[in-house]
T-cell receptor, first 113, second 114 residues
C-alpha cells in the first residue's frame, strides 16, 4: 500500500536558520502530495501542495517540489522563525481521493530564539 | 478557522461505552473524511463519505461506524470502547472527492477512555 516516510525529530534550529524536512513516498499511480502543519492543541492546516511531477508548492516562505524520479517532496524554508515551531506532516492522496490522506509520522520542529 | 466544526471538543468515558462524535463540514463541501491520531499509530484514515454515500474505508474497526446526513454533517459512532481507542479524532471536508482537492481539518475531538 501507499506510505510516507519523514524524519521524526525533534528537529531543533536557531531562528533564521535554513530548514529542510525530508519526505519520501511509495505509491501506485500519480498521487497528490501535501504538507500540513499542526500547532499545539489545534487541527491540521494545509501548508502547501503539489498535484503533479515537477510542481512546486509554496506558502509563507515554505516550498516543496514534487520529484517523481526520487519519489520525494522535501520541505524547505530559507529563514525560520520562532512562530514556525510546530509539527509538520507530509501526506499523499491517491485513487482519485477516495481513500483519504496517507500521512507520515510527523516532524516536530523547535525554533529557538 | 478552517470552517469545519467538531463537537464535543473533549470526551471522557469508560470502557465498554458508546460515544458519538459530530462533524459539520465547510459550507458547500460534499466530502467528509474521518481520521484518528494516536501516539503509537500516528494519523490514520478511517472512512470517507461523499454526499451521503460511503466512498471508502480505511483502518476503521468494526466497532466504529459513521454516516453522513442530508444536511451533510457527519457522525462517527464508537462502541464497546477500549483503552486503546483514546485518541484525537479529526474530520476533514473537501468540495469534491478527487485527489487534487484540499482537505480542511476541524479542531478535533479528544477522546479519553478510562
Amino acid at each position: 500500500g501507499d506510505s510516507v516516510t519523514q524524519m521524526e525529530g525533534p528537529v531543533t534550529l536557531s531562528e533564521e536558520a535554513f530548514l529542510t524536512i525530508n519526505c519520501t513516498y511509495t505509491a501506485t499511480g500519480y498521487p497528490s502530495l501535501f504538507w500540513y502543519v499542526q500547532y499545539p492543541g489545534e487541527g491540521l492546516q494545509l501548508l502547501l501542495k503539489a498535484t503533479k511531477a515537477d510542481d512546486k508548492g509554496s506558502n509563507k516562505g515554505f516550498e516543496a517540489t514534487y520529484r517523481k524520479e526520487t519519489t520525494s517532496f522535501h520541505l524547505e524554508k530559507g529563514s525560520v522563525q520562532v512562530s514556525d515551531s510546530a509539527v509538520y506532516f507530509c501526506a499523499l492522496i491517491n485513487r482519485g481521493g477516495a481513500d483519504g490522506l496517507t500521512f507520515g509520522k510527523g516532524t516536530h520542529l523547535i525554533i529557538q530564539p | 478557522d478552517s470552517g469545519v466544526t467538531q463537537t464535543p471538543k473533549h470526551l471522557i468515558t469508560a470502557t465498554g461505552q458508546r460515544v458519538t462524535l459530530r462533524c459539520s463540514p465547510r459550507s458547500g463541501d460534499l466530502s467528509v473524511y474521518w481520521y484518528q491520531q494516536s501516539l503509537d499509530q500516528g494519523l490514520q484514515f478511517l472512512i470517507h463519505y461523499y454526499n451521503g454515500e460511503e466512498r471508502a474505508k480505511g483502518n476503521i474497526l468494526e466497532r466504529f461506524s459513521a454516516q453522513q446526513f442530508p444536511d451533510l454533517h457527519s457522525e462517527l459512532n464508537l462502541s464497546s470502547l477500549e483503552l486503546g481507542d483514546s485518541a484525537l479524532y479529526f474530520c476533514a471536508s473537501s468540495g469534491l472527492s478527487t485527489g487534487t482537492d484540499t482537505q480542511y481539518f476541524g479542531p478535533g475531538t479528544r477522546l479519553t477512555v478510562l
